[in-house]
């Protein structure tokens, strides 16, 4: 299995050779994230963590009587709506994909919804777009997502400030879905809970200057600069601006500014600032590290959740008895949560085999899943801060 799962993603998209007397179906997966724009540094990451799960199940020859899956990934840019949309076009009315792995950001992921998705009748389950406004969505039970909502990431963003004693800060959030919802829920937790927000100010990615936007910033003043933003964009504009006018020297960065682009950008010249991510150390986070083995971060953030999104996926068809999403939504939430046998990464063929013989399963997963309400996962959490210029984790929440 490790051998497997080590390959390169171009193997693991290959059609296991069990399957070559064509007469099982072909069930298709949409990959859909960000391969190029402010998430790029991330998204090889979590392609990987989806196509391990699916090397895993083709290995397995365990799904519906023997399937095939192939991932298919596609670019959603990130933050650009029409070419996400026009993507998610091609995969549901071209390449005929059963379900999506994705999106990542949280606008593109709505949009992918409500104008496609939705019309076609096509699960969706996101590991990381993580706007609040997605709970309430209309989805008509077909959208779910692995990572929690920034509702969540907001309480604990200011459980981190306030235990390090920061009482006052200014926030700048990239002008998106992702980065207001963030920051209103944000600023909502930690006001209530006797904090101040000095300034809370949107800023455009894709600019060359920003020391304007820091100017301001500044002269708010606070003991922190939050930066909701995109490592790979305007978020590190942002903390080149500050640091080089001197502005704020520790920063905390919530997820879409975490990875290691962000130390390669910085280095030591943020030491003491803080953060944290979806993330967990469970018993599942280890085995789904095993397993990766050299091929990728298995760590990297949103990776295990892309493991569990699309394990999700094949574990709902296996229960629903079916490939299409109009039986197998119905089947998401109960082989993510009990009752049931526990399924930790490496194991789907085990979990396909008990589905099969008409058992129960509680997938756990390389982050714990637990859904709850609209089929999000109830959040865990990753403490980090940057010292001697890397990111060390504090603890988990």
Known sequence: MKKLLMASAATALCTSAAFADGHAEEIKIGIILGFTGPLESLTQQMAGGAEVAIAEVNESGALLGGASVTGIRGDSTCIDAAA???VAEQQITGDNVHAIMGADCSGVTGAILQNVALPNG???ISPSATSPGLSTVEDNGLFFRTSPSDAR???VMTEVLMEQGIMEVAV????????KGLADAFQAAYEEAGGTVTINAAHEDGKADYSAEVGALASAGGDRLVVAGYVDQG??????AALDSGAFDTFHF??????AALVENFGSEIDGSSGQHPGTDSEGAAMFVEIVGDAFDATSPFAPESYDAAALIMLAMQAAGSSDSAEFKNEVMNVAN???EQIFPGELEKALNILAEGGEIDYVGATAVELIGPGESAGNYRQIEIKDGDISTVTFR
């Open 172 to 179: 700048t959030y990239t002008n998106n879905d992702y980065g």
């Open 254 to 259: 919530p997820d879409g500014m975490i990875s």
């Open 122 to 124: 096509t699960v969706m």
């Open 235 to 240: 978020g590190s504009g942002i903390v080149r």
């Open 338 to 340: 009990a009752p049931g």
């Open 84 to 86: 996400a949309t026009s």
């Open 153 to 155: 990431q907001g309480v």
